[in-house]
């Protein structure tokens, strides 16, 4: 059939070899099918060489180019492109309108393209001055004239055209190459300004847990530090959240859970907040299970930014009410509706869209950590656009309160899944363990060997990555708890080096680091670690974590770790 076509075609590869040509195009060109399949385009057809001003190779060598790397056609304006007509080497004048189209593979990549020419010499040489038959009428020789003038015209302007387009477009893949490093940067800044603010966190946070275990009675300096120090952690984990969140780079670890345990979760945590403060926070559950499929861990941060949010725009003394509820969907599905409502300080309702933008704070916080930075409620949309859903915010007007409804799909019906298990007790003791910390830095390792000792745990501290390898070989641990940015030897080496070197299933690895994406926590599974834990770790957290481990059924070396928020 492509033989047969009535238009010149020949066919190219991505290196510009003729691959396929029609009879029409051996027929346009004088050519010969032998000769040309295989050869570059240019080798078989070069420029005139009598020619000084012969710009086709050129123009059909830009235009080829472009569609290579636009995956677009290309439509040239009128061309002379002299042929070779025989052994001797004479060219003949030639006039071409050109189409290059592509050819793409199932990733939109180009393989070929298919070079369709019609012949317009005649049309050319017929209304050249000069060359028509002297009894044309004159005004006929100016009619063919105009039209002369105006085809070359035409061409040249969509000649311009198309550099223009070509121009413009090189413009646009420049300006998204520079979008996309300037994206790289301001992540790998993130990232790395979490991980230099995360490390101080961490001495600070540890040594404030070794402050309240030799104060039992408390200390108001103390319950200062750990109150800012919460507050900090918070703020550091708000700027890798929103970034990931609000470029849609979340990644969700997603299960078929009861929504009603994730917002009872989040409650707990925040209570004593509200307590401290002196809110009130009122709660509404339904009697029967909420299933959704999500991610646990954040459908918990989205509900504790939203009730963070209600006691920080809400007065001493006010209420904030978080209800759950379902409704009916219009395609027959449902939705978990999550409400939470206050009495506080309200907004204008014209700005209830602003209210998700990044770093944009409603004016007249109230609350404790009332400063922030405005980074909450995006995240709270990030996750709920993830799990498809949605966040909606209402007030009546200032000084009248505030709605923030989030709807979530409900998980469609199943047959007999029996209800989710509960997670072992994080509360029960556990016996002590045998650790290895691998840190370099002094005081967070000094706080965390003095920490899991006064636990009963036997901890041994290491500086470096090799003084750790020698220790974890030198004698039997049931923990190695390492950081990445060690000195000497990267954390990955040293967890690749355990694995070949400890009996399997003898010894967990954690790793512990400011960087804590999803990029480091994969780099650190691949490596061998059984977790990774983001700086600043709190002991309370680990000893959870550890708990879990310990007292679950399931055999120490097979038990994979439970979902954590630090995690």
Sequence with gaps: MFDA???????LDAELRIIEVNRAYLAATRTDRRTLLGRPIFDAFPDNPSDAAADGVRNLGRSLRNVLATGRPDVMALQRYDILTGPDGRFEERYWSPVNAPVLDGNGAVTHIIHRVEDVTAFVLM???GRRPQRDAAGRRQRAERMEGELFARSREVQEANQRLLRANEALTAAGAALRAQQQAKDRFIATLSHELRNPLAALQAAGELLALDSPAGHPALAVLQRQ??????MTDDLLDAAKALTGRLQLVRERLD????????VHDIRPEYA???RVLRVSLPPRPVPVVGDRVRLAQMTANLLNNGCKYTRCGGTVTIVLDTAAAPDGGGHAVTTVSDDGIGFDPATADTLFEAFVRAAGAVGAGAGGLGLGLPIVRGIAELHGGMVRAHSDGPGRGARFCVRLPVAPRAEDRGRTADEPDPDLPRPPLRILVIEDNTDLATTYRTLLERHGDRVTVCRTGRDGLAAAVAAPYDLVLSDLALPDVHGHQVARRLRETLPPGRTRLIAVS???????????????FDAHLAKPLSLAALDGVLARWVNDPTPWPHKPLPPHPDH
């Design 514 to 528: 400011g960087f804590s994406q999803e990029a480091d926590r994969a780099g650190s599974a691949r490596s061998g």
């Design 259 to 266: 929504l009603r345990a994730v917002i009872a979760t989040a």
């Design 127 to 129: 209304h050249r001055p």
């Design 276 to 278: 401290r403060t002196g």
């Design 5 to 11: 076509t009535p238009s010149p075609c020949l066919v």
């Design 229 to 234: 120090l919460t507050q900090m952690t918070r």
